[in-house]
Every structure is written in C-alpha cells, then in structure tokens.
C-alpha cells in the first residue's frame, strides 16, 4: 500500500491561491488513479478533482472548475492541486486518495471507495 503525505495547506484571504502537494512512498504512483478529496467543518467528505495515471485525464467538482487544477508528476511520486481564486467555502482539510486502478470515469472517481489509500489531510482556511 501506497503511504501519502500532503503539504502546502495553510490561511490565505478571499482570491488567493495555495498549491497543495502530496507525496507517495512506498510505491510508484505509475498506474494509480490519483484524487483529492475535502472535508469541510461539519460537512462529510467530499470529491474535489482526480487525475487519470498518466495525468492526460481530469475531472472536477464543479464548484471548483476554473479555479483548482490537478497534476501529477510521476517521476517525483507527487500530485498536486494549485487552487486558485479561493472562496472561504473552499476552507475544509483537503486529503490525497489513491487507487491501485487506472479505471477513469466521471461517475468512479467521485467515489471515496474505491481508493485505498489517504493522506493525514492538510487544513485549509480561507478568510473572507
């Protein structure tokens, strides 16, 4: 099993940017499905962005198309989720999911299930 680590959380105002980064250890991140996730205070889980294994393929929440983009570089074991324009509903602990799966559609990568691996998760606070 793939161990993640996220980085790059932190407090930024209204419009501005964070780049999140999560590292992979224990194995390559070649032919794994790679997403983000975020949970916000009271609210449950919820799908952010995924990236298809050769990061060729990517889809997103809605509520965050336009402003946050995912990529991945594989020869560094690392994903990444540059978000800009924040909103202070975007303020959540956001969390680096894989799956051992190069399965990529709209409908399954939504799916916190299928991945079986989680980073510890980096806050994200976003001040109005």
């Known amino acids: 099993q793939v161990q993640l680590v996220e980085a790059g959380g932190g407090s930024v105002q209204a419009g501005g940017s964070l780049r999140l980064s999560c590292a992979a250890s224990?194995?390559?991140?070649?032919?794994?499905?790679m997403a983000w996730f975020r949970q916000g205070p009271g609210k449950e889980r919820e799908f952010v962005a995924a990236?298809?294994?050769?990061?060729?393929?990517?889809y997103y929440t809605n509520s965050v198309k336009g402003r946050f983009t995912i990529s991945r570089d594989n020869a560094k074991n690392t994903v990444y989720l540059q978000m800009n324009k924040l909103k202070p509903e975007d303020t959540a602990i956001y969390y680096c999911?894989?799956?051992?799966?190069?399965?990529?559609?709209?409908?399954?990568?939504?799916?916190?299930?299928?991945?079986?691996?989680w980073g510890q998760g980096t806050q994200v606070t976003v001040s109005s």
């Open positions: 999911a894989a799956d051992r799966s190069t399965s990529f559609s709209n409908n399954y990568v939504q799916r916190s299930g299928r991945y079986d691996s």
């Open positions: 224990g194995h390559t991140l070649i032919y794994y499905t």
């Open positions: 990236s298809s294994w050769s990061g060729t393929s990517t």
